[in-house]
Structures are given as structure tokens and as C-alpha cells.
């Protein structure tokens, strides 16, 4: 009888097993974007780094950064070439979803070209109600800013009303945000024109060899560049996405 029982209890457990395991399977942060986000390959060396790619340095293993952010894409032509397909086919309950588009959404090329505060916020509108049906959480993020300074040293914006649209969206949806484009704005003014130059890829002639030439690049990071607006969307996590932010390493 005794061992009888304890048969029992191995069978009970061993059903159990894999319904634990699943229980502690690591949540999905998937991320949807341009370039300024996406990830790059490092080899042949590249200097340039998406903010995306930095990520996974800032969590514990309890969240698997899953980056599906490609250089030159808008919120159309993402969804348009099915990229938003392959994350949604993998999305589960409980995951989470980073928004973010803006760069070349105002291209003026059909294929990618939407309005503010008509397409583009529809199609942001789309991607964050489709990951909730899906049980997951969108979060919204409007673009960072180009270096974009005039002759007296003032940041120009580039982005017209793209990230007001984005604010207005996740305050329609109730939608946790990163704010990107004000705070990568106040990091870029407080280095000013020249010490901003570091943040992005500039080059020398030579010092790249897929760079010839040199290169004055600025809308993409360096490995520096990328940290730093890393570090800000971490810092709108915490203070924004508390549920989230306690998976991220470290003490706020």
C-alpha cells in the first residue's frame, strides 16, 4: 500500500512537471521598430549600434528580449511585408511589446509614407490592440531625435508631429510610454554640438574599412550612442512600467 502511494505521487508529479516548468519560463519582451532600435551585426566590424540591441544587458533572466526592429522600416511597410506577423505568431500571454516608429514614416515614398495623426496612428493603434488580444502588453514609444543642430547650436526637431500623435495615442489607450523623443532631445542639448558628435556614427577616412571615406552619420548610433538611449528608455520604465521594471537588474 505504502509503495502504492508513493507511485501515485511520482505519476502526479511527473504530470505536473512540465506545467512548473512552464510557470517559470521567461517573459518575452519583443521589440518593433526602424533602425535607430534594431539590432547590428558586429562582424566585419561595424561601429553602429541600434538602442535595442543593449537591452538584454538590462534585465534578468526572467525576460528574453526578442528584437525584431529593421533598419528603414515604418509602422506601413513593417506590417506590410509581414515582419509583425512573425512576432505575432509568437506572442504569449503575459509578454510584452515596444512600439516604436517615426523615422521613415515620413518618407515620402508610397511604400512607407503615413500622416501623424491618421495612418500611423492607426497602424500603432493596430499593433497595440492585436498584441492585447493576445493577452500581452503593448507599450508605446515615440522616435529619438536626429542631431540635428542649427548654426548657433540649437537641436532642431525632424520628426514634425510624429511623437505628439504617439503621446496622444497612449493617452487615448491608457498605454504605458517612452518618452524618447524628449528625453533623447534634453540628452543631446545638455551635450551640445560638438561633445552630441560621440553619440553617433561619425568616422574617420580609414578608420572603418566599410567607411573608406569617413562617415557623418546623424540619425544611427555607435556603441556609446546606443547605451545612452538604452539608459533612458530604462529610466521610463521604471518609472513608468513598474510591473515591468522589476524584472530589470539592479536597484532603482
Not at 127 to 134: D, G, L, M, P, Q
Not at 182 to 211: A, H, M, N, Q, V
Not at 213 to 241: P, Q, S, W, Y
Amino acid at each position: 500500500m505504502k509503495f502504492r502511494s508513493i507511485r501515485i505521487l511520482l505519476v502526479l508529479l511527473s504530470a505536473a512537471w512540465p506545467f512548473g516548468m512552464m510557470a517559470h519560463d521567461p517573459i518575452t519582451l519583443f521589440m518593433i521598430g526602424d533602425s535607430t532600435m534594431a539590432d547590428k551585426p558586429v562582424t566585419p566590424e561595424n561601429p553602429e549600434r541600434g538602442w535595442g540591441q543593449l537591452l538584454p544587458l538590462y534585465f534578468q533572466s526572467s525576460v528574453m528580449v526578442d528584437n525584431h526592429a529593421v533598419n528603414g522600416r515604418s509602422s506601413k511597410s513593417f506590417r506590410s511585408e509581414g515582419r509583425w506577423d512573425v512576432v505575432l505568431n509568437k506572442i504569449k500571454p503575459g509578454d510584452w511589446v515596444i512600439i516604436q516608429f517615426g523615422h521613415n514614416d515620413e518618407k515620402p515614398d508610397k511604400a512607407r509614407q503615413t500622416d501623424p495623426f491618421t495612418t500611423y496612428t492607426e497602424n500603432l493603434r493596430h499593433f497595440a490592440n492585436e498584441t492585447i488580444e493576445r493577452g500581452a502588453h503593448p507599450i508605446l514609444a515615440n522616435p529619438v531625435v536626429r542631431r540635428n543642430f542649427d548654426e548657433d547650436g540649437t537641436l532642431q526637431p525632424t520628426h514634425g508631429e510624429y511623437p505628439e500623435a504617439v503621446r496622444k495615442l497612449a493617452k487615448e489607450m491608457n498605454l504605458p510610454l517612452l518618452e524618447m523623443t524628449r528625453t533623447s532631445r534634453d540628452l543631446l542639448t545638455r551635450l551640445g554640438k560638438e561633445r552630441s558628435e560621440g553619440l553617433f556614427i561619425w568616422t574617420r577616412p580609414g578608420e572603418y574599412e566599410r567607411f573608406p571615406d569617413g562617415n557623418k552619420d546623424n540619425t544611427h548610433f555607435n556603441a556609446l550612442g546606443a547605451t545612452r538611449m538604452c539608459d533612458l528608455a530604462v529610466i521610463e520604465m521604471r518609472k513608468n512600467i513598474p510591473e515591468l521594471a522589476r524584472h530589470l537588474k539592479g536597484k532603482p
